[in-house]
């Protein structure tokens, strides 16, 4: 419910304040005005129409020139994305490309549109190639610097930027014994000690100490000892915004905390829960967002049946 009301008032706006028009549409919309923006979209009045999942399956919209996809599209759901994907790909007199822009990484669980499908009707047979979890089901290159992405190359099809090729590894061969190693186990357990350390320091004589101890540069313990108390901020500061999302916005239902979560963030919560202080607070942000847009953007109560047709229904925009 949340990602469809963003989606339906914040996109269309930041369209347009760029200089593009673009319009919401959703099931709320009355037929008749449904029907006259989607002729002016024909007509090219308009830019771009904002839904949520209105026009992915089952659409006669001739003429889409590009495609933005928002809503993360999960491996099962293949027929999904290529109906989404194809809105854009429709051949239209005058047409000779589209453009698809995939914000929520679509690409990297499909592959590409013209990427071949292995399908079979018989029984216990794999229906769909694109499931497997083999290393030659999905390869997809982005670009570092333009950002495109497209089937493996040497060269980037939108900028040329060439990619660095791996230097071949050298060894050299010496005589010597077998023995069995332990400074892997005494290595690990080392840093574990000096962390505990680093963990009790109270002082800087403390830590300047510890730096002296373990042959460090002056203040990497006291940097240490910063960054963890960061991390511990950052992720009792996520551990409250999620636990909002399990309360406020989800009303305790698993399904839809895993599908928020997914939508929002693009991740489940226990993949939250490793994240660094920096993208731990930059998901604390985006949630905090959400939180202040339901509270001043949308008043009412949402009934479980809506909030849950509206989440499984996600959000793309034409």
């Known amino acids: 419910m949340l990602l469809a009301l963003v ?49 992915g399956e089952g659409t006669d919209l001739v003429g889409v020139e590009s495609v933005i996809m928002t809503r993360p599209i999960s491996e099962a759901a293949f027929g999904f994305f ?12 005058g047409k000779d490309m589209a453009t698809i822009i ?8 499909h592959g590409f549109p013209e990427d071949r499908s292995d399908w079979t009707l018989w029984e216990g047979e794999e229906k769909n190639s694109r499931k497997s979890k083999d290393e030659d089901t999905v390869k997809v290159k982005t670009c570092p610097d333009c950002f495109m992405t497209h089937p493996p190359a040497p060269v980037c099809p939108g900028c040329a930027y060439v990619y660095p090729i791996a230097a071949a590894r050298e ?6 014994d077998l023995v069995e190693l332990q400074r892997e186990l005494e290595r690990a357990a080392e840093i574990q000690q000096r962390n505990s350390e680093i963990t009790q320091a109270t002082t800087r004589a403390d830590l ?15 940097h240490k000892q910063r960054a963890r108390e960061e991390k511990i901020a950052a992720m009792r500061q996520l551990t409250s915004d999620i636990k909002w999302v399990k309360q406020r916005a989800s009303g305790g239902n698993v399904a839809m905390i895993n599908h928020l979560m997914a939508s929002v963030l ?19 942000e985006t949630l905090d967002e959400l939180r202040e847009f339901m509270r001043t953007e949308y008043t009412g109560d949402i009934s479980r049946r809506n909030h849950f047709g509206f989440i499984e229904a996600g959000c793309n925009g034409l």
């Open 82 to 93: 290529a109906q989404v994907v194809g809105r854009a790909l429709r051949v239209a007199e």
């Open 171 to 176: 060894y050299e061969q010496v005589e010597g």
């Open 208 to 222: 300047a100490a510890i730096d002296s101890k373990y042959g460090h540069k002056p203040g990497a313990a006291a």
């Open 266 to 284: 693009s991740m489940s919560e226990s993949e939250a829960m490793k994240l660094s202080a920096a993208k731990a607070r930059n998901a604390s």
């Open 102 to 109: 995939d914000m929520v990484g679509n690409f990297l669980r």
């Open 7 to 55: 989606t339906l008032n914040i996109l269309p706006k930041s369209f347009k304040k760029n200089g593009y028009n673009f319009v919401a549409i959703s099931g709320k919309t009355d037929d008749t005005e449904r029907f006259n923006l989607i002729e002016a979209f024909r007509r090219k009045e308009i830019l771009g129409l904002v839904n949520c999942s209105l026009f």
